[in-house]
């Protein structure tokens, strides 16, 4: 039993000075130290810092008092958190159930051929993230695609082609 | 905040919008902020500016309008609606106002698709400004919340939502009355509301549209049931994919806190309540309620097994109480008009409206509210316009990953609860895709067992390993190689993964499946005993 009062006992400390770790502090406060605030915990990390790496996910688990392995288990388990930083510029084909009706399939051939990515994964050069959503919710627009935040609908295997050849000079 | 004190504040904004006789509203919900709604809102206001009209025109910003197909969509308060419109034609409609209105940009609204629609829960929708409550409380909002407090007890709000009929619309369809009641009778040292907005089905908008369309009539239901069953916390679980519901959620519950409508002693009455957001983190199994409350606590999204259901030991092991967006979003109405005005709607087993989000292979897609008990052909035809290209129906899915896909046999089929359920699918949050001979249905079965298979938790494992393997057969029989006996496989695995799966994502998973092997065996049968697939969707290799 003392082992482990001494252990709360200690405030860990911020794995570096990146003012970031304050916002992620906060949010730790707001939440109250402790297991209930995993989630809102690393939707902060993960909006402060694009992705969720191990340095962070220990920082976390031992600020909120919970086992490492809950922390990966909650970060891997729910599709919004990443644990890979993501390229310069992203790419989210939609495959909603009415954009796959209306050809998102297509869409992600494209990106496999011209880039050699499938959903989830990021070019060898860092240029071009390739994900998929489960539904964006504009499936008036469908086929739908988010480029860097902005939603394109009605999206063609061409239009598609182009945006990614103006981001990925490799592309033939 | 006081009722005289609300009734001010509707006065003074119902003369400020009296006085600016023209207005125009342009839709800033996702589906036209996704064509460039916000350029020609912006070019609308500077146009407005520049012009010296600022006094005689207001222009704002609403929520949805529906037609989500022909965005951005800007209406007039002549009731004008206009189509594709674009920054550049803001000078010219702004012109328009003083006399006829521009043909070329118009969107006739006495058809169907408007008119056979029945607004409830969409009321306000592309009507009032989100993000400002005050225009909420001028169009009546809150006036239940009020009502409730001061003049009824919690035991005669819940007998008003038993006698609407009004059952919980996030798909199960369990009778909202009975639950609130349920849970007002359960004993607990604090009760919770939980509104359930982890809207995951892949084609379904609903939900989100409601939140960033007319937030406060969600906070306003949730206050009501709060009170119902004495709540006094609650927690709004929304996923995190919806950025600009959340943002206008969190304007809203500020509000809503500055008014006094949220925290202590609302209106003067010992009643208090507060309200917190979660975020979701991408998982369908969360709109599960066991698992929903996992998540709030902080773990994976896991079910457990039920009873205890979540009345009696829900969130923290509390008594909760958890209801469905538009379930709220029903509420105040039926205690403004009364549970019998509610219960005229639809038909006998399924009361009111349902908000459906019409999309896939027909011409108008958007979204719409019909009173209960339409035929699937109003809604395909009429309302949806049919389907484009002159291509032929094929099938329409409702319910989403735990539906299933219906024929041109049903189309005359009423859409209530247990007319859906007969037929094989299931009334689900409303998502209804309309698809065309260009769809294959073992294929579209494929897909939502891929979703399936990918969801599932993994906690018990007929839904863990029976979705993987359905996946697997339906993989082979779209690469054209199966065998008559890979079908019965897959009929025992529908069986069993939907008898002995833990919760409701494995329950429901095989019935895409068993709903094309029932209405579309024949295609099944071609891809078996033909190799052919009649849609020219299976088989191929993507080419180059």
């Known amino acids: 039993?003392?082992?482990?009062?001494?252990?709360?006992?200690?405030?860990?400390?911020?794995?570096?000075?990146?003012?970031?770790?304050?916002?992620?502090?906060?949010?730790?406060?707001?939440?109250?130290?402790?297991?209930?605030?995993?989630?809102?915990?690393?939707?902060?990390?993960?909006?402060?810092?694009?992705?969720?790496?191990?340095?962070?996910?220990?920082?976390?688990?031992?600020?909120?008092?919970?086992?490492?392995?809950?922390?990966?288990?909650?970060?891997?388990?729910?599709?919004?958190?990443?644990?890979?930083p993501a390229g310069e510029h992203t790419c989210v084909i939609c495959l909603g159930t009415a954009c796959y009706i209306k050809g998102a399939p297509l869409l992600v051939d494209v990106a496999k051929r011209d880039l050699g990515v499938s959903p989830g994964e990021t070019t060898a050069d860092r240029k071009v993230s390739v994900l998929s959503a489960r539904c964006l919710g504009s499936c008036g627009l469908a086929p739908a695609v988010v480029y860097d935040n902005e939603v394109a609908g009605k999206v063609t295997p061409d239009q598609l082609r182009q945006q990614l050849s103006q981001w990925d000079a490799h592309v033939s | 905040m006081y009722p005289e004190e609300l009734e001010q504040i509707a006065i003074t904004e119902r003369e400020a919008q009296a006085d600016i006789p023209q207005a125009v509203n342009v839709c800033v919900a996702a589906g036209c902020l996704s064509c460039q709604s916000q350029a020609v809102l912006d070019a609308l206001n500077k146009e407005a500016l520049a012009r010296g009209k600022a006094g005689h025109c207001k222009v704002k910003g609403v929520g949805c309008m529906g037609l989500c197909s022909e965005g951005p969509l800007v209406s007039t308060s002549d009731g004008t609606l206009y189509k594709h419109v674009a920054a550049t034609d803001a000078g010219e409609l702004l012109d328009s106002l003083q006399h006829d209105p521009v043909e070329r940009l118009r969107c006739p609204t006495d058809v169907p698709f408007f008119q056979r629609q029945q607004k409830i829960v969409l009321e306000n929708s592309g009507a009032i400004d989100p993000e400002r409550i005050e225009e909420y409380i001028a169009a009546l909002g809150y006036r239940a919340l009020v009502h409730s407090l001061t003049e009824m007890t919690p035991v005669e709000v819940t007998a008003e939502v038993i006698k609407s009929g009004l059952r919980g619309r996030g798909g199960a369809g369990y009778p909202t009355g009975l639950k609130w009641s349920t849970v007002s009778k359960a004993v607990g040292t604090q009760k919770f509301v939980i509104c359930n907005a982890d809207e995951g089905d892949p084609g379904a908008f609903m939900d989100r549209s409601v939140l960033e369309s007319d937030p406060h009539r969600v906070l306003e239901g949730m206050l009501v049931a709060a009170y119902a069953v004495g709540a006094s916390a609650g927690y709004i679980y929304v996923r995190a994919e919806y950025p600009l519901a959340i943002k206008r959620l969190k304007i809203a519950l500020r509000q809503a806190e500055k008014l006094g409508l949220l925290g202590a002693n609302i209106c003067g009455t010992p009643f208090?309540?507060?309200?917190?957001?979660?975020?979701?983190?991408?998982?369908?199994?969360?709109?599960?309620?066991?698992?929903?409350?996992?998540?709030?606590?902080?773990?994976?999204g896991t079910p457990r097994p039920r009873p205890p259901y979540p009345a009696m030991e829900g969130l923290f092991g509390q008594p909760t109480l958890i209801n469905n967006v538009e379930?709220?979003?029903?509420?105040?109405?039926?205690?403004?008009?009364?549970?019998?005005?509610?219960?005229?709607?639809?038909?006998?087993?399924?009361?009111?409206?349902?908000?459906?989000?019409?999309?896939?292979?027909?011409?108008?897609?958007?979204?719409?509210?019909?009173?209960?008990?339409?035929?699937?052909?109003?809604?395909?035809?009429?309302?949806?316009?049919?389907?484009?290209?002159?291509?032929?129906?094929?099938?329409?899915?409702?319910?989403?990953?735990?539906?299933?896909?219906?024929?041109?046999?049903?189309?005359?089929?009423?859409?209530?609860?247990?007319?859906?359920?007969?037929?094989?699918?299931?009334?689900?949050?409303?998502?209804?895709?309309?698809?065309?001979?260009?769809?294959?249905?073992?294929?579209?079965?494929?897909?939502?067992?891929?979703?399936?298979?990918?969801?599932?938790?993994?906690?018990?494992?007929?839904?863990?390993?029976?979705?993987y393997q359905m996946h697997r057969l339906l993989d082979t029989i779209t690469k054209l190689s199966a065998t008559a006996k890979d079908v019965a496989?897959?009929?025992?695995?529908?069986?069993?993964?939907?008898?002995?799966?833990?919760?409701?994502?494995?329950?429901?998973?095989?019935?895409?499946?068993?709903?094309?092997?029932?209405?579309?065996?024949?295609?099944?049968?071609?891809?078996?005993?033909?190799?052919q697939c009649v849609a020219g969707v299976c088989g191929k290799e993507p080419g180059p």
């Open chain 1, 1 to 84: 039993m003392s082992s482990r009062a001494t252990v709360s006992a200690i405030k860990p400390v911020a794995p570096g000075h990146d003012k970031r770790w304050k916002i992620v502090d906060a949010t730790m406060r707001r939440v109250g130290q402790n297991s209930r605030g995993l989630i809102e915990t690393l939707h902060t990390v993960q909006e402060a810092f694009g992705y969720l790496d191990e340095i962070a996910l220990r920082y976390v688990a031992v600020s909120l008092r919970v086992p490492l392995s809950r922390a990966y288990g909650v970060a891997t388990f729910y599709h919004f958190f990443t644990l890979k």
């Open chain 2, 272 to 300: 208090s309540f507060k309200i917190e957001l979660r975020l979701g983190a991408g998982a369908f199994v969360c709109g599960e309620e066991t698992a929903l409350i996992a998540s709030i606590e902080g773990n994976r």
């Open chain 2, 327 to 467: 379930t709220f979003a029903n509420i105040a109405p039926i205690i403004r008009n009364g549970g019998d005005w509610y219960a005229g709607i639809g038909n006998e087993k399924s009361k009111g409206t349902k908000v459906f989000a019409l999309a896939g292979r027909v011409q108008n897609t958007g979204l719409v509210e019909v009173p209960m008990g339409i035929t699937l052909r109003e809604m395909v035809f009429d309302i949806g316009g049919g389907i484009p290209d002159g291509r032929k129906f094929k099938a329409v899915q409702t319910g989403g990953p735990s539906g299933g896909c219906l024929p041109a046999e049903c189309l005359d089929m009423p859409v209530d609860y247990e007319s859906l359920a007969h037929a094989g699918s299931i009334m689900g949050s409303g998502g209804m895709i309309v698809m065309d001979e260009s769809s294959c249905m073992v294929d579209v079965a494929k897909y939502f067992m891929d979703f399936c298979m990918t969801e599932s938790c993994g906690k018990c494992i007929p839904c863990r390993v029976g979705t």
């Open chain 2, 489 to 531: 496989l897959l009929e025992e695995l529908c069986d069993l993964v939907k008898n002995t799966s833990l919760c409701g994502l494995g329950q429901s998973a095989p019935n895409p499946v068993l709903s094309t092997l029932r209405y579309f065996s024949d295609e099944y049968k071609g891809h078996i005993e033909r190799n």
